[in-house]
């Protein structure tokens, strides 16, 4: 049996009092619930907002692995994301552009990385210059930023993607893929891409222009959760808190690679090698825009659709969310 005994009032009050005097004034936290973040957290491109929901929130928010279906209900990839719901999702620019085809209320509202990619192929299969891929077969996922880039890469070189094989590959196949000549090259984000690279060793030559397209991995919400007013107050606290991890990871990565590996499961030098090959804006690209209307054009065509206009694809970008994060006093 457990004796409950009811403290005296004042003596609440005074170990309440004292209680308040002992080390520094508590901090203001807000009393909203916290909003539910989902991130690729196999995508090395996840550092930032990992690092930001541990350690630059209050108390820290849990950052379960999902992307934008999270935000809309829609069906995930079984076995890569998990279920359930989500008010922040990250995701390449690419599928915000797939999916608000159905859900036009998907609003992209922050860059957190940017990501070079690469066609990793063997010269033993012929391959010296990027002419060379005419005929070959070059393995990534279909109508991703991958597959993106190997159109806009092949396209600004003069090549036809009809005079390429291009080949669905598993993204825990590719380095096997390529090393076995299952196929000739592959395109793919790191650290798959770098796993493919030193599979084939001095047999690799490589193909990239980040001018022609750089993968935005961006936060993603939707305008009914803006619309909230605690909602969207805690959706700018936790862009705010991106940035500011943003910039002490830009300074030592280090923290942030470590967290990377134990959220991964990829080694530390897997995800230190990724590291060259990404950027970290924490901001809204002054091209993003731009490189949507190219790839809205590629994902149309693709799925027999009429393109959306300018002005249709500015209205998945909101820029007010980064505005009011940068102007937030962190202070209080």
């Not at 606290?237 to 967290?259: H, K, W």
């Not at 990377?260 to 901001?283: C, D, N, T, Y």
Request: net charge negative.
């Amino acid at each position: 049996m457990v004796l409950k005994m009811k403290m005296p009032t004042g003596l609440v009050l005074a170990l309440a009092a004292l209680a308040g005097c002992a080390g520094q004034a508590p901090v203001s936290m807000s009393t909203a619930a916290p909003i539910a973040i989902r991130a690729n957290t196999g995508a090395v491109e996840a550092a930032p907002v990992l690092l930001a929901a541990r350690d630059f929130m209050p108390g820290g928010i849990e950052v379960g692995r999902g992307a934008i279906p999270n935000l809309v209900g829609a069906p995930n990839v079984a076995g890569v994301f998990d279920p359930g719901p989500a008010d922040v999702a990250t995701h390449a620019e690419t599928q915000a552009l797939r999916y608000s085809v159905a859900h036009p209320g998907i609003r992209i509202i922050l860059t957190a990385t940017e990501g070079e990619y690469r066609i990793v192929a063997r010269r033993s299969a012929g391959i010296t210059t990027i002419t060379d891929l005419k005929g070959k077969r070059i393995g990534t996922l279909p109508d991703t930023s991958a597959d993106f880039f190997v159109h806009r890469l092949l396209e600004h070189n003069g090549i036809s993607t009809d005079d390429v094989i291009i080949q669905r590959v598993p993204i825990a196949d590719m380095a096997n893929a390529l090393s076995s000549h299952a196929v000739d090259a592959i395109a793919i984000w790191d650290p798959y891409g770098a796993d493919a690279a030193r599979a084939i060793g001095a047999d690799l030559i490589a193909f990239s222009n980040p001018d022609v397209y750089r993968e935005r991995f961006n936060l993603n919400t939707t305008a009914d959760r803006l619309a909230d007013p605690d909602k969207r107050k805690e959706i700018v606290r936790f862009v705010r808190a991106v940035i500011d991890a943003t910039e002490a990871m830009n300074v030592d990565p280090s923290v942030a690679q470590m967290l990377m590996a134990e959220r991964s499961g990829f080694s530390i030098g897997q995800v230190k090698g990724s590291w060259p090959h990404l950027r970290f804006p924490a901001a809204i690209p002054d091209d993003l825009l731009d490189a949507m209307m190219v790839e809205e054009q590629w994902l149309a065509e693709r799925a027999e659709r009429a393109p959306r206009s300018r002005q249709q694809l500015a209205g998945l970008i909101d820029r007010s969310v980064y505005e009011e994060a940068m102007a937030l006093d962190t202070k209080q």
